[in-house]
């Protein structure tokens, strides 16, 4: 069994910052891509930022230069630094992650997701 809980969302006005983590846990033998994703209400659920196990970052155009993805291997988290918010940032963000278990093999996981509301 695997786990991924967010934390971090929130209220902010326009050109404030947030930072969203996200803490894996369970029989983890080895994780390997961690992403943000997130959804807007109307809107398709889109990757905002991924990262590999080996560091590799891609960023989703809309947010290039103002969000930062970075991972902790030892504790099994990924973070979001989101600076520069804008309104059109609202949406609820998940994490995922792709993690080998001791059990199955790899196989993507979902946290529950956390809403980011930026105020104009």
């Known amino acids: 069994q695997v786990q991924l809980v967010e934390s971090g969302g929130g209220l902010v006005q326009a050109g404030g910052s947030l930072r969203l983590s996200c803490a894996v846990s369970?029989?983890?033998?080895?994780?390997?891509?961690m992403d943000w994703y997130r959804q807007a209400p109307g809107k398709q659920r889109e990757l905002v930022a991924g990262t590999t196990r080996r560091g590799s970052l891609n960023y989703a155009d809309s947010v290039k230069g103002r969000f930062t993805i970075s991972r902790d291997n030892a504790k099994n988290t990924v973070y979001l630094e989101m600076n520069s918010l804008r309104p059109e940032d609202t949406a609820v963000y998940y994490c995922?992650?792709?993690?080998?278990?001791?059990?199955?093999?790899?196989?993507?996981?979902w946290g529950q997701g956390t809403q980011v509301t930026v105020s104009s």
């Open positions: 369970g029989s983890i033998f080895r994780i390997y891509d």
């Open positions: 995922a992650a792709e993690v080998e278990t001791y059990r199955v093999s790899s196989a993507k996981y």
